[in-house]
């Protein structure tokens, strides 16, 4: 009975065994067309995200990299307004327009300021300061959640991310984009020419967008055009914010416009950006004959009597005068010209910060129209004046109410006031001098600002004859800008006199820099105060040692501090304080 048993059961186990086999391998077939289909979508993923650039990514090796370690974060700065952030894998939400921190366990966030963050942000994405439409901020997600979500597409290239304050106004693009872009670059290594440049502000190319491109070899990124690449991006190494160390002017946000209060760029880092932009844009600056050139407008703020004033500038210098025009010319043959001149002659307006590209020693010539006060505009003339741009400037202002034509019918954002009350419209035209104010809307700053003007040429001569006093700029030497180092073996010695008499001598070796340097005038300042008082006596001395006896007392300590001073302004640092005991 057995042995008929087993052989009843034996087709059953085959079939069994053939089922078996059966769903094995219908198993294995299906893992392996998910497999294929996950394959195809991840080399799907990996041209999409090659679309950016000839960078190579493994894509699987990338998605693993985000589940397993997250985003990165470490950040300089102590504040949003002087922070940059470096991140590894911050990702981008195109339909929620969010950036994304995916938290794992070996998620890095540096500075972890918790709440904080939110007052008002972790940084600035423009090199505006503290600027709220400005402002950067990510969510924060598990990153678990990428199960969830769409498939990331990579940008493998190290990139750049930040917002163009206005990228249609010449110089906006110079002081607030540019110039901050390329000294950013400068302090990251891997920040160079294959870098790319993400603008998030969610402008379109603007007018000037050439520009822009000469700052990498990769074309830079809009913010709309992130949609088209997919729902998810995320930035495999990237760079958030800008460095402010190079802006020179506040445009009147919290306090009426004028030079920010520590300016830490001088004119020589603007003028080896203006060297990089001209070696991009292939200008060389040819040597040849001294010229004048006039900024021309087409449209708003122009001169009606240019003709004449091209001719005064000619005869009154002697030299060839010509004219540019952002309307007429391309912008490179523009600073061909300009890169070579004597002499920039324009009315107020963002075409004036292609004086950073003028010879040392030329001249900036700027006119304002009727009611304007030059004084409380000033972010061509603070150029101008930095030190090492050695740029001679001069203002302009028309006094002469008969030499404007105003244009109250236009548009307000064109200086027109007809949609003010008639009270206001009457106050304007009454008016000698636009008040101070803050940006941006100021009715009375725009219908001025927006006049066209007669220039006085007889006025006009008269200031640039008492300006400039040497008519042939482009000569000047560049003036030294090189800082004393400290003075070495200070001493001092007491002596007591009577007792209400005591005299104190000071002496010190020059720094050891003086001896290497051409340096037209050294003087030393020397600081005593007495010990436990708040205030001290300063003195400046054109030798290396003195003898103080105006109150100095006997039986007295002393702490007496001495430093070298160039050619009037150019200050080192203190040497050890000196203990002097009379």
């Not at 990237?238 to 009426?256: A, D, H, I, N, R």
């Not at 700027?366 to 203002?395: C, H, I, R, W």
Request: net charge neutral.
């Amino acid at each position: 009975m057995r042995a008929i048993g087993c052989r009843m059961n034996l087709p059953a186990v085959l079939n069994g065994l053939l089922v078996s086999v059966v769903a094995a391998l219908l198993w294995k077939y299906v893992r392996l067309i998910e497999h294929t289909s996950q394959l195809e979508e991840e080399l799907a993923l990996t041209r999409q995200s090659q679309e950016f650039s000839q960078v190579r990514i493994d894509y699987h090796g990338a998605l693993l990299a985000l589940q397993e370690h997250g985003t990165r974060m470490v950040c300089t700065g102590k504040m949003h307004t002087d922070r940059i952030c470096r991140f590894d894998y911050l990702c981008y939400c195109t339909e929620a327009e969010e950036f994304v921190f995916f938290h794992s366990n070996a998620s890095v966030m540096l500075p972890n300021l918790g709440p904080r963050r939110f007052q008002p942000a972790l940084l600035d994405l423009s090199s505006v300061e503290d600027h709220n439409t400005q402002y950067f901020n990510f969510l924060e997600l598990p990153a678990a959640a990428l199960k969830f979500m769409p498939k990331p597409v990579f940008v493998p290239d190290v990139t750049l991310i930040l917002n163009r304050f206005n990228p249609d106004n010449l110089m906006h693009i110079f002081h607030d984009d540019l110039l901050p872009i390329y000294y950013t670059m400068q302090q990251y290594s891997d920040l160079d020419d294959e870098a790319r440049l993400v603008f998030m502000e969610g402008w379109g190319e603007g007018a000037h967008f050439d520009l822009y491109r000469l700052l990498s070899s990769k074309q830079p990124l809009l913010k709309e055009q992130l949609k088209t690449f997919g729902k998810l991006m995320c930035f495999t190494k990237s760079y958030v914010g800008l460095s402010k160390m190079t802006t020179w002017y506040q445009y009147g946000f919290v306090q009426p416009q004028g030079p920010k209060a520590n300016i830490l760029i001088s004119g020589n880092e603007i003028r080896q950006f203006a060297s990089f932009l001209m070696e991009r844009l292939n200008i060389t600056q040819e040597e040849g004959d001294d010229y004048i050139v006039v900024f021309k407008r087409t449209t708003n703020r122009l001169i009606l009597n240019e003709a004449e004033l091209l001719l005064a500038l000619a005869q009154e210098f002697q030299m060839r005068t010509v004219t540019v025009s952002l309307e007429e010319q391309s912008f490179d043959s523009i600073i061909q010209i300009i890169s070579g001149a004597t002499m920039l002659v324009s009315m107020h307006g963002a075409q004036m910060i292609t004086s950073m590209f003028l010879p040392r020693g030329a001249a900036v010539v700027e006119l304002f129209p009727y009611a304007v006060n030059p004084e409380q505009y000033t972010p061509y003339k603070t150029l101008a004046s930095l030190p090492g741009m050695d740029l001679q400037y001069v203002a302009w202002r028309n006094t002469m109410e008969k030499n404007t034509i105003t244009y109250p019918d236009r548009p307000w954002d064109q200086g027109g006031i007809v949609h003010l009350d008639k009270e206001e419209q009457e106050r304007i035209l009454a008016s000698k001098e636009v008040p101070r104010h803050l940006c941006c809307r100021n009715p009375e700053w725009l219908f001025r600002i927006y006049q066209d003007t007669t220039v006085d040429i007889a006025s006009f001569l008269d200031l640039l004859r008492e300006a400039l006093k040497k008519p042939n700029l482009k000569k000047a030497k560049v003036a030294s800008t090189v800082h004393p180092g400290r003075v070495r073996e200070p001493k001092c010695q007491t002596s007591v006199q009577a007792t209400n008499e005591a005299k104190l001598s000071v002496s010190w070796q020059i720094p050891w820099n003086l001896k290497y340097l051409k340096v037209k005038e050294v003087k030393y300042e020397v600081w005593i105060q007495e010990q436990g008082e708040n205030t001290y006596m300063p003195y400046i001395l054109p030798h290396q040692n003195y003898t103080f006896s105006e109150n100095i007392k006997p039986f007295t300590t002393y702490l007496v501090w001495v430093r070298c001073i160039f050619n009037k302004n150019l200050l080192g640092p203190f040497a050890d304080v000196l203990i002097c005991k009379t």
